[in-house]
């Protein structure tokens, strides 16, 4: 399936409540398409689930973290990348 259309279908299931599966699927998807945009956008949506819906906020660090070395060109995601490791670090403590 292609990335985006994959994406789109995580989303669908996200919006309808079904958070831990959309977390599996984004970090599926994270995994098959690990030079694709929607790779990062998949981690970073991983890690706001996690941090805000599941209060997961070692996990959110987790993805936050895979995305900072991601192989896909992201310096205009850079500052948000940073500001939701800082948000899911305050969460810990």
Same mark, same amino acid.
């Given at each position: 399936?292609?990335? #985006?259309?994959w994406?789109?279908?995580?989303?669908?299931?996200?919006?309808?409540q079904? *958070?831990?599966?959309?977390? /599996?699927?984004?970090?599926?998807?994270?995994? @098959?398409?690990? #030079?694709?945009?929607?790779? !990062?956008? #998949?981690? !970073?949506?991983?890690?706001?689930? /996690?941090?805000?819906?599941l209060n997961?906020? +070692?996990?959110?660090?987790? *993805?936050?973290?895979?995305?900072?070395?991601?192989?896909?060109?992201?310096?205009?995601? +850079?500052? @948000?990348?940073? #500001?939701?490791?800082?948000?899911?670090?305050?969460? !810990?403590?």
């Amino acid at each position: 399936m292609p990335a #985006a259309t994959w994406l789109e279908i995580i989303r669908s299931i996200k919006s309808q409540q079904h *958070f831990d599966r959309a977390v /599996c699927e984004y970090e599926r998807l994270a995994e @098959n398409y690990p #030079a694709e945009k929607q790779s !990062l956008l #998949a981690l !970073l949506a991983a890690g706001r689930v /996690c941090l805000k819906k599941l209060n997961r906020p +070692e996990d959110a660090l987790k *993805f936050y973290k895979t995305a900072t070395p991601s192989k896909v060109p992201h310096l205009d995601w +850079e500052s @948000n990348i940073q #500001a939701s490791l800082q948000d899911a670090g305050r969460a !810990l403590t």
